[in-house]
């Protein structure tokens, strides 16, 4: 398995509401790094490490926007540039800890671990539906213990659904309707189509807070990879021949499941979700709902996950099988590859 | 973040007269070049009187794969002796260099840039200025002082890059720089990056002390390698030991007194972390303060210097050092 990641690539460190004017302590891409937002609002993500005795600036303070070290009260603005040192007048001109481009869209907090002269916000990966007023919603980080890409493949093939969410989003429908797979420079798409099918007793109880309804629906899952590890997936039923496969879901319910994972170190990720809808959308009670329904299931996926990275580090000489469903994850991972490649060469 | 330095073997392929006593070296490292940001050095070693020391060279321009690594050195009669060796070198000749580190790193988060280069400062600027030249948002101004066009390296590399947001000033035709213009260049925002000599390097940063802007917008880098005076010899006198002991035109305090059994704690090298400096009884002549550690005020009292880089012009020192044991 290739356990490496593009560092040129912005990937989500937290949740808006998870950054506050106080320190937290994350890793991304093996790199320790501390976190916080100044008092205009504004993120600020520096490296974890005091440039006098590398003790981790999180286990210091925040005073105003300057950060504070625990040991010897060495000081750095939000720039990481130190601007205080003890018992001595001056300041060592070479005195900085790395600052790395951070920005809040779609609220979360993204980083850019790369060459910072290439971070451009226009590569942020689009989850417009997180924070758009047509939709409505809530979400999670969970720390699983895996590679990312273990999460990605797992997002990009949802036949997994059937035997590991049965009972809720998960039936025999998904694991036998037939999908296609397509691909460009930067994304890869897997489109599924169930049509006339009994709806699962989720997406039942969801029409019907749209639609009183009891017949056959059209159900779609449109997974799409926006690399190097971003996975949104719209979501949703509609009446039976409503015109819902042309394009015509007024008589459907949609969802989608906004999902960016953060590699942490090899074997760790930081996978943030959220559960968005386009229906009832003044219900609060539902976004809690929905958001502690899918974070059971979740808790699935991550028991799956972790034992399967625990599998893989049990087999080192081993490698994957892969099948017909597997296509979807084996393109995002040669998109993936090939980013990381070029990466390497230049 | 400091990082230990891996030594290799280099080969020299293109040396290079570029200006007036400077000379460019294309070098490529044994394993292959290694990714660089703007404003990163090599260390060298260098063989002076036969003896390895560290010498730190900022690369020029910004990396590129496959390409050998670009350093420019001027050369110093009276220098501590790194040029002298550098510009001994041919191609094919073999040096040892460190991998690059970076103790000046361009921050991109700004979006007004102040660059300020004097003399052969030039070399981490030109990176630089490529950088952040043709970046959509980035507001960039370059002030480069030199005595002549001809001891100036680059400047037709950075007028393309450039154009008129470069300023060129040449100190034997239009005089002294008056600083206080840089301030005109600059506001509240703008990041200011300074290399140059110590006379320059002063300068700007008492203009930019003395301004309403931060004093953590001024970057900048020095290799200890610039006085206000040219390096004499002098002799030491150390009471304490009862020593004296001259330390030669190319030879720093630091080395002089080690050579004669005498510990100094140093570390930097380059006058920046303080842990060198030594106490002065008695001197004549100029102290030449070559450091970054202490202010201009303590500077001025001639108490103690940093024996690392720090010299005296036209006279003679007494000094004492931290030891308290008994003498042998």
Known sequence: ?346 | MRYRNTWEEATIEVVEQVAANVMQFKIRPKNGTQKFTVGAHLDVSVLINDIPEIRSYSLVGSYEPHAPYTIAVKRLPQSRGGSKYMWSLKPGNKIRISQPTNHFELGFGAMDYLLIAGGIGITPIVGMAQQLADRPGKNVRMLYLGQSQAEMPFTETLQEVLGDRLTLHYSDDEGFYDMAQILELANDKTQVYLCGPIGLMNAVRKTWEESPFETTNLRYETFGASGLFAPQKFIVTIPRFKKQIEVQENETLLHALEAVDIDVMYDCKKGECGLCQVDILDYSGDIDHRDFFFSEAKKGENKKMCACVSRVANGNITIDTAFRGKQK
């Open chain 1, 1 to 346: 398995m290739n356990a490496t990641f593009p560092m040129n690539a912005w990937y989500a460190t937290a949740w808006d509401v998870e950054l506050k004017h106080e320190l937290l302590a994350r890793t991304v891409c093996n790199k320790k790094l501390v976190l916080y937002r100044k008092k205009d609002g504004t993120p600020v993500v520096l490296e974890d490490a005091c440039w006098h005795r590398l003790l981790p600036l999180s286990k210091g303070s925040l005073r105003d926007d300057t950060v504070v070290c625990g040991y010897h009260g060495l000081e750095y603005n939000s720039d990481g540039r130190c601007s205080y040192m003890p018992s001595q007048e001056t300041i060592n001109p070479s005195a900085c800890v790395r600052s790395y481009p951070a920005v809040q869209k779609y609220r979360f907090i993204w980083v850019w671990m790369g060459d910072p002269a290439l971070a451009d916000e226009a590569k942020i990966p689009d989850m417009h539906w997180n924070d758009d007023p047509e939709w409505a919603g809530d979400g999670k980080m969970i720390e699983v213990k895996c590679n990312y890409r273990l999460v990605v493949d797992n997002l990009m093939d949802l036949t997994h659904e059937t035997f590991v969410h049965a009972g809720s989003i998960g039936d025999r429908n998904v694991a036998e309707a037939p999908f296609d797979v397509h691909y460009d420079e930067h994304t890869a798409t897997v489109t599924r189509w169930m049509k006339g099918i009994d709806p699962p007793p989720f997406w039942k109880s969801q029409l019907n807070k749209k639609i009183k309804y009891d017949g056959l629906v059209d159900r779609w899952q449109v997974i799409k990879f926006q690399a190097p590890s971003t996975v949104n997936i719209d979501v949703g039923v509609a009446i039976v021949d409503t015109g819902a496969p042309e394009g015509d879901r007024s008589q459907g319910v949609n969802g989608y499941v906004l999902n960016t994972i953060t590699p942490s170190t090899d074997q760790t990720c930081y996978y943030f979700w959220a559960f968005v809808r386009n229906y009832n959308l003044q219900d609060q009670s539902n976004t809690i709902e929905l958001r502690e329904g899918v974070s059971r299931i979740f808790a699935q996926d991550e028991d799956v996950l972790e034992a399967q990275q625990a599998a893989i580090n049990a087999n080192p000489e081993r490698e994957f099988y892969n099948l017909n469903i597997d296509a979807g994850a084996m393109w995002s991972r040669r998109i993936t590859d090939k980013m990381v490649a070029k990466e390497q060469q230049t």
